[in-house]
């Protein structure tokens, strides 16, 4: 990760902080979070899934159409959440299984969410048009979002 974007990641992380800080709507704060990663980043698509049954199934997001219902452990989503692990992916075409909602998707990172007892809530999940998009500083950047969205859900 180059270090414009480095900054740009700390400025959207203080910036979903206090566009969430006063408000208890879960649906409200993942939408306007999935707008802010959208509007800051250079990615096509910026999102969240929940986990519903044995699905992931779509919530908030901006970008392009997407898939709405996911199994658990099929795809990147699918398999971040069954595994409950950050998956950085450089070339989605290379990923057993993947799930091509939109064939612009090159690259995806895909983070679990966790309510307060460690349960997994679901995942926020990023796709870039670019290969090799994302890496570990990507992924503990995100963390710092995902950790403030796992607060909001906390709250209510």
Same mark, same amino acid.
């Given at each position: 990760?180059?270090?414009?974007?480095?900054?740009?990641?700390?400025?959207?992380?203080?910036?979903?902080?206090?566009?969430?800080?006063?408000?208890?709507?879960?649906?409200?704060?993942?939408?306007?979070?999935?707008?802010?990663?959208?509007?800051?980043?250079?990615?096509?698509?910026?999102?969240?899934?929940?986990?519903?049954?044995?699905?992931?199934?779509?919530?908030?997001?901006?970008?392009?159409?997407? $898939?709405?219902?996911?199994?658990?452990?099929?795809?990147? $989503?699918?398999?971040?959440?069954?595994?409950?692990?950050?998956?950085?992916?450089?070339?989605?075409?290379?990923?057993?299984?993947?799930?091509?909602?939109?064939?612009?998707?090159?690259?995806?990172?895909?983070?679990?969410?966790?309510?307060?007892?460690?349960?997994?809530?679901?995942?926020?999940?990023? %796709?870039?048009?670019?290969?090799?998009?994302? %890496?570990?500083?990507?992924?503990?950047?995100?963390? %710092?979002?995902?950790?403030?969205?796992?607060?909001?859900?906390?709250?209510?």
């Amino acid at each position: 990760m180059d270090g414009g974007r480095s900054e740009v990641y700390r400025a959207v992380a203080d910036e979903v902080e206090a566009i969430t800080a006063g408000e208890g709507d879960w649906i409200a704060n993942l939408a306007n979070i999935a707008a802010i990663l959208h509007e800051r980043l250079p990615f096509f698509w910026a999102g969240f899934y929940r986990v519903v049954g044995d699905e992931l199934v779509l919530g908030p997001f901006q970008g392009t159409t997407a $898939c709405i219902r996911i199994p658990k452990g099929k795809g990147v $989503c699918g398999a971040a959440w069954e595994r409950d692990e950050v998956l950085v992916v450089p070339d989605v075409r290379n990923f057993e299984g993947h799930i091509a909602c939109n064939s612009r998707s090159k690259s995806e990172i895909v983070l679990p969410i966790h309510l307060p007892g460690g349960e997994v809530w679901g995942v926020l999940d990023i %796709d870039s048009e670019e290969l090799n998009d994302f %890496d570990s500083d990507d992924a503990a950047a995100l963390v %710092d979002v995902v950790e403030i969205v796992e607060g909001v859900l906390a709250r209510g």
